[in-house]
Every structure is written in structure tokens, then in C-alpha cells.
């Protein structure tokens, strides 16, 4: 699922070793804020849980959203 956040689209991942992250589509994405290395060569996430609420409540809109309309 394609997500919208801080302007740029990511791929969002429900479960990362059991945690919700925000993947890159780009590896010109790796300059975001919360944008962590997880493996390699070019493997960055953000961490859903690691972000400021108001953040967390838009990226949930949007999941819910898309979720909503596929059924």
C-alpha cells in the first residue's frame, strides 16, 4: 500500500519484524526525518511508532482509508 507523508509516497509494511514501518520507494528518500538503515545495501524504514502523534493519526487515515475501499 502506497502511502503519502511529508510530501513523498512510501510503501507501507504492516508487519517489520512486528512493527508498522514506512518503507522507500527511492534511495533519495533516506534524507527523511525518522528514516533509519535496516539492512542492506539500500534497506531504510521509518518506524510508524517512532513518529509524532499528529503523524501517526494522518498515516492511519490514509491505511484506513485504502483499507475501507478494498472491501
Not at 3 to 9: F, P
Not at 27 to 45: A, L, T
Amino acid at each position: 500500500m502506497l502511502i503519502k507523508y511529508l510530501g513523498r509516497t512510501l510503501i507501507y509494511r504492516p508487519d517489520f519484524h512486528g512493527r508498522e514501518v514506512l518503507w522507500i520507494m527511492n534511495p533519495s528518500q533516506i534524507d527523511m526525518p525518522g528514516m533509519v538503515g535496516v539492512g542492506y545495501p539500500n534497506e531504510y524504514c521509518i518506524f510508524i511508532d517512532q513518529l509524532p502523534e499528529e503523524d501517526q493519526k494522518e498515516i492511519r487515515k490514509q491505511i484506513d482509508g485504502r483499507s475501507r475501499n478494498k472491501t
